[in-house]
């Protein structure tokens, strides 16, 4: 599987979670390491750095600021994978790494 080039939007997140569903994650590299960029909604800017674990799963650390002034940063585990309506989707476990620690669940998927 290739990222780069493709964009993913959020359709779901645990509640405490700081995305929204008008967050749009893209990708611009997925070669040794895997670079990517995140905003909209409730984010007003973010970045990704990951790898490749298997073919359809990646590790990622992410950071990123919000429309309410908060800067955060997590890592999450991440697996690419047809949803229910056979789109691609790409489905994450995260945790925050700053903050409360808590971690959560989001979906997200290929636009």
């Not at 645990?14 to 070669?31: A, C, E, V």
Request: a negative charge; aromatic letters at 10%; glycine letters at 12%.
């Amino acid at each position: 599987m290739k990222l780069t080039g493709l964009a993913f939007r959020a359709v779901a997140n645990s509640n405490n979670g700081s995305l929204n569903t008008d967050t749009i994650m893209r990708f611009t590299s997925d070669d040794d390491v895997i670079v990517g960029s995140y905003s909209g909604g409730t984010i007003v800017a973010g970045h990704v750095l990951a790898k490749w674990l298997a073919e359809s799963e990646i590790e990622m650390l992410y950071q990123g600021a919000t429309t309410g002034g908060q800067v955060q940063a997590g890592k999450a585990h991440a697996q690419f994978r047809p949803n229910a309506d056979g789109r691609m989707s790409m489905y994450l476990e995260w945790e925050w790494l700053t903050g409360d620690r808590s971690s959560g669940q989001s979906e997200w998927v290929l636009v």
